[in-house]
C-alpha cells in the first residue's frame, strides 16, 4: 500500500478487500456541512472518529472547520501529531496513565479541551494538570437525552459550582449528545434541533448568572448537523459520518447513495449455486451491523439492488440479485456504518475519476485508548 | 506498548480498554484440544483467524499442531515470515495480485495448501503457479452443509477430473466447514462428526477409485473439536476459537467461563444514574455482535452476573447489575465472539497470575487482502 504503485492505477487494480474513498464526493460531503454550519452561524467541530485519519481532518480545517472532535485520547494523540492546533475530546478520560498522556498532549497542543460529567473524573484531572502547572479548558457533558454519559440537565449548576474549587481547569461550555437527532424525519430533526439549542442556551444562561463565564454549547450530529437555524442557540456542532456517509444515512435521509464517499472493494471469489454468489468481505471487512433500517450488511453499487444478505468473518453473502456476477468480478459496497467499518482498515484508498489519487494512513485506527 | 514498561506489572497497571490474554489458560486450551487430537488419531491444524498472533501460533506448534490454517492470503503472509513451515488457506485465491503473492509465498513455505471450488478459481491459479515452475497441494472445497463455498458432494469426482489437466496444482484432499457442529448439544455435536467424517471418507473413496491419491481430509472447527471418535474418516481438524474462547463457547458448552482466555480490560468512566455504569469500551473494543444465544455484547468476570446490555462505538452500559461499580475501576469481560473482538486490537497483553508477562503483537490483524 505505500509503495505507490497504485497511483495513478484504476480501482481494479486494488486488492480486495479494501476500503475505498472517492475524492470529490469527499470534497463535496465536507463543504455541503460547512456551508450549512457557516449559514446557521454554527463553529464546526468534526468528530474524527468516523475517517480516523489526518489528511481527511486537514481537508475539514481548510473548509472551515475551527478545530475536531476526538473520542479517545489516543486518536487526539494522533491528531496533535498531525500538527491539528485545536482539539476537543468529547469524552471523559479516567485513570493513571490517561492523565499523564493528558498532561503531556496538553503540552503540544494549543487548543485543547476535554469534556468532564463527575468529580470523580474532574478531581483526577485537576491533580494531576495542577501538579503539571497547566490549566486545560473542560466542557461539562449534560446528558441532554441521550442516557449515556453526562451530568442530568437540573444538575448542571451544582455540578458547575462543585468544579469551581478544582484548579487547572477551565469551565468554558457544555457538551451534549444528540442521540435523539437520529430519526428519518426532517421536520422531527429540526425540531429536536430547535430543542436541544433552547435547551442548552438556557442552561448557559443559568451558568453565566452563577458567575461562570461559558462561551462554548457544543452539540449535533450528521443527522442533525444540516438541521441548525441561525442564533440555533449552539455555538458549535460535531458531526462525523457526513463527510463519508453510509447506508445509515441514505436510510435516514441524510444523504443519497450518490453522496456516500466511502465504500468497500471486495471481490467474487466464489459463485456455487445460482442463487449464491460469495464475496471475499465478511465481518472483518464491512463490520456486522445489520442495517439500522434497511436490513443487510452491504449494498452493492452495481447490481444497484444487490445487498449483502448474510456474513461470516471472510465471507459475504450475495443471493439472486448477484445473479448476474462472475468470479473474479470486483464489487463495491456501502457499508451500514462507516465508522465501524473503517476502523477494520490500517489504509484507506483514495480514487478520483476512477483511478487511485492517493492512499492514505488511517492513523487513529485502533487508538482506542 | 513495546516499551517493556508494563511487563511484570500488575493487570490494574495496564491502560484500557486493551485485549488481555491468560497464559495458562491459553495453554491449558491448546493442550486440551491436542490430547483430544491425539486421542482421535487426528492431526490438529488450527486455525488462526482466532488469534492473528506468532507467538499463539508457535505454542500451537510445539504442543503438537502439524500446521496452521489461515483465512487469507495476509495471514498466511504473516505466519510465513514468523516461520511456520506448513500453512494451508481455506479459501479461494482470487485475482491477480493474489496469484503473483501467491506464487511468492510458496516459494518460501515448505508446505503450502490451497483450497479450490471452482475452475474459475483454479485455472488462473494453475497458469500463475506453471509460469513460475512451482506447484501447489489443493484440497478441493466441498460444500457439506455450510452453503458457502464449496462444490456439491456429488459434483466433486466430476469437478477433480475437471482439475486434472491444470498443471502445477496437485489435488491432495477435500476440506469442509463444519458451519453445522455450532450447536449446543454434545450429542448432536458428535452425531454430526461422525457424518462428516463419514461423507467426507465416502467421497475420498469415490476420488480414490478415480485415480486421486488424497490424503487429507480436513473438517473440524471448535464446538466439533472434543466430539470426533477414532478413525472417524478425517485426517485432520482446523479449529480455530478454541485457545482463546468467548462467550459463544460458554453458550454452546463447548467451555466454561473458567476456560475463556481472552477478556477485555475495561474502566468504568461515568456513573450517572445508580442503574447505569458507562465502560470505555463499545463496538470499537468489545466487537458488536450480540451474544449467539444470549442477549448481551460482553459478561464480566466480576461483579459475575453484570453484562454489557448496550452498546455505542466508545462507550458499553452496564445496567443495575454494574451498581456497586465506581469511576476508575477496572473490569474485565468475556466478548460474544473472540474472532472479531481481537481483530480490533494491534497488541494482546500476555497475564500470568494477574501480572504481564509478555506483550504480543495481533501481527495478522488487518491483513484481509
Redesign the interface.
Known sequence: MMDGSLLNQPLA?V????LVVDYDLLMANIQRLQTACDAAGLQLRPHI?AHKTPEVAHLQLQAGAVGVTA??LGEAEVMATAGVPDIFIA?????E??LRRLVALARRVPKLSVAV??L??AA?MSEALTAAGQTLDILIEV?HGA??????PEETVAFAQALAPLQGLRLVGLMAYAARSYVGDWEQRRAFCRQEGAELAALAGELRAAGFPITRLSGGSTPAGPCYEPNCGLTEIRSGTYCLNDHNQVDLGTCTRAEVAATVLA???????PD?A?L?AG???L???VGKLTAGYGWLLDPPDANVVKI????G?LDERGASL???DKVRIIPPRI??CL????WMVVVQEGRVRDIWRIAAR?R??
Open positions: 487494480a486488492d480486495t478487500p479494501a472518529k473520542a479517545k469524552n471523559q478520560i479516567v485513570g496513565t490517561k460529567d463527575s470523580e473524573v483526577p446528558d442516557a449515556r454519559c453526562g451530568v442530568p471481490t467474487v471469489i466464489s459463485r456455487p449455486a449464491r460469495i471475499d465481518t472483518k471487512a463490520d456486522q451491523q461470516n468473518d471472510e465471507h453473502y462472475r468470479v473474479g465508522c465501524t476502523n477494520l482498515y490500517d485502533g482506542n485508548t
